[in-house]
């Protein structure tokens, strides 16, 4: 596996979105992150926002995030990691574009994992 501290922003956010998902926590990248990913950098974001689709709960969140070596900073939906300046925020659902749900929700394939 590839060091935390070398990933770009889209291959940690596939790495901490998979390593969710095989413990049955499944998340949906949002926010400025996406953007950044999809505008080919012409926009940038300092984090990366993952919903949780099905409320697993923070708890578990948590305890999956503590094991990859990221800990919770101030707030409880922030996580950091001491290898990279990119942090984790996982704010409250549901997935939507303002009020409108999202149905479709596009996969992307990294090397470090599935977005």
Do not use: W
């Amino acid at each position: 596996m590839k060091p935390i501290g070398e990933m770009t922003m889209e291959e940690l956010a596939a790495f901490v979105c998979d390593t969710l998902s095989q413990n049955g926590i499944e998340t949906v990248l949002s926010g400025g992150c996406c953007v950044q990913i999809y505008s080919q950098g012409k926009y940038t974001s300092d984090d990366i926002d993952l919903i949780d689709r099905f409320n697993g709960g923070h708890r578990k969140i948590k305890e999956i995030m503590e094991k990859i070596g990221f800990k919770e900073y101030k707030m409880k939906r922030y996580f950091i990691h001491d290898e990279t300046d990119y942090f984790i925020e996982f704010p409250r659902g549901p997935l939507g574009v303002g009020d409108i749900p999202v149905t479709t929700i596009a996969q992307r394939q990294t090397d470090t994992g599935t977005l």
